[in-house]
């Protein structure tokens, strides 16, 4: 079993920056697949970045060049650098986890565990 949670959420300004941090408890290296997803009121829950521990990396096309995901030195923290951020980004921010990423990785039905969710609102 995994736990997930999230922190790191805010308000800010269109254009600034916000990194958010998901920290994994229990058994995580097992689910290598670690994926960030947002949903906006009244979307769908879309897939924003994954990192599958190998160093490799897949983003939305929507925040390539903005955003960064990246791995602590610990192994059991996933970040999110979100550079100039935009109106549209304002949502409830999730980290995920499974065991590989492969290229259904935006595919949110495949991922086993949840964290809460941490609200970034862009104004």
């Known amino acids: 079993h995994v736990q997930l949670v999230e922190s790191g959420g805010a308000s800010v300004q269109a254009g600034e920056s916000l990194t958010l941090s998901c920290s994994a408890s229990?058994?995580?290296?097992?689910?290598?697949?670690m994926g960030w997803f947002r949903q906006a009121p009244g979307k769908e829950r879309e897939g924003v970045a994954a990192?599958?521990?190998?160093?490799?990396?897949d983003y939305a096309e929507s925040v390539k060049g903005r955003f960064t995901i990246s791995q602590g030195n610990a192994k059991n923290t996933v970040y999110l650098q979100m550079n100039t951020l935009k109106p549209e980004g304002t949502a409830m921010y999730y980290c995920?986890?499974?065991?590989?990423?492969?290229?259904?990785?935006?595919?949110?039905?495949?991922?086993?565990?949840w964290g809460q969710g941490t609200q970034v609102t862009v104004s």
């Open positions: 995920a986890a499974k065991t590989s990423c492969g290229s259904a990785w935006s595919s949110y039905g495949q991922y086993r565990y």
């Open positions: 229990g058994s995580p290296m097992v689910y290598t697949c």
């Open positions: 990192f599958d521990g190998n160093g490799n990396t």
